[in-house]
């Protein structure tokens, strides 16, 4: 699959994943797609930890409520740093964004499905800290996402999208 395809082929999964175990070699891959993204002034301010011990899944699924992607063999959690890149430019949110997305593209690539949880576990209950504290992440680092990773059972749905010319002009505002 080239990276056009896989970008049309990505789409949020949120159904059951099948007990097909992922290999750490993929898993590598997909960590590796995510570092690889560009960085504010290259502060690489974002980092990754793949959960794929049954027994640690399960204490982050004990404290993810509602569940999401609880049948899904491993996932992968992302971290951020939130300095700045110069002076008070801080691109941490942008460093994340484009490590997520080249992750999603990655896992679709492989084969596997994912979805972007990220207000889920950001939300007022900070169910990201608990995710932290269970992963032992220090301070200084803030969990802010979470990507299930498996083989889906069924086919994601696609979601409507605005249509190209609502979105995306050429030479100006609504050009053509
Ligand atoms: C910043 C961000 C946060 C998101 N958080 C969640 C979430 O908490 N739960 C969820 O089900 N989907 C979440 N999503 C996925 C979006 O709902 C999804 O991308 C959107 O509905 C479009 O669907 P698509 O990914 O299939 O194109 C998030 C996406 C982004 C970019």
């Given at each position: 699959?080239?990276?056009?395809?896989?970008i049309?082929?990505?789409h949020s999964y949120?159904?059951?994943?099948k007990?097909t175990p992922?290999?750490?070699?993929?898993l590598v891959k997909?960590?590796?797609a995510?570092?690889?993204?560009?960085?504010?002034?290259?502060?690489?301010t974002?980092?990754l930890?793949?959960?794929?011990d049954?027994a640690i899944l399960?204490k982050?699924h004990?404290?993810?409520?509602p569940?999401?992607g609880e049948?899904?063999?491993?996932a992968i959690?992302?971290?951020?740093?939130?300095?700045n890149a110069?002076r008070?430019?801080?691109f941490?949110?942008q460093?994340?964004?484009?490590?997520?997305?080249?992750m999603?593209?990655?896992i679709?690539a492989?084969?596997?499905?994912?979805?972007?949880y990220?207000?889920?576990?950001?939300?007022?209950?900070k169910i990201?800290?608990?995710?932290a504290e269970i992963l032992?992440?220090p301070?200084?680092y803030e969990?802010?996402?979470?990507?299930?990773?498996?083989?889906g059972v069924?086919?994601?749905?696609?979601?409507?999208?605005?249509?190209f010319a609502?979105?995306a002009?050429f030479n100006g505002f609504g050009?053509?």
């Amino acid at each position: 699959m080239n990276v056009i395809e896989a970008i049309s082929a990505r789409h949020s999964y949120r159904g059951k994943f099948k007990d097909t175990p992922v290999p750490r070699e993929d898993l590598v891959k997909i960590m590796e797609a995510g570092l690889s993204a560009p960085s504010g002034c290259n502060k690489q301010t974002t980092s990754l930890i793949a959960v794929d011990d049954k027994a640690i899944l399960a204490k982050l699924h004990a404290v993810i409520d509602p569940p999401v992607g609880e049948t899904a063999p491993c996932a992968i959690c992302v971290l951020t740093q939130r300095i700045n890149a110069y002076r008070d430019k801080c691109f941490a949110v942008q460093d994340y964004s484009a490590a997520i997305e080249n992750m999603l593209l990655a896992i679709t690539a492989l084969g596997y499905r994912s979805c972007w949880y990220e207000g889920h576990i950001t939300d007022d209950d900070k169910i990201c800290d608990k995710m932290a504290e269970i992963l032992n992440v220090p301070e200084g680092y803030e969990l802010v996402c979470f990507l299930p990773v498996g083989k889906g059972v069924e086919e994601p749905a696609a979601p409507k999208k605005k249509a190209f010319a609502e979105r995306a002009w050429f030479n100006g505002f609504g050009g053509k």
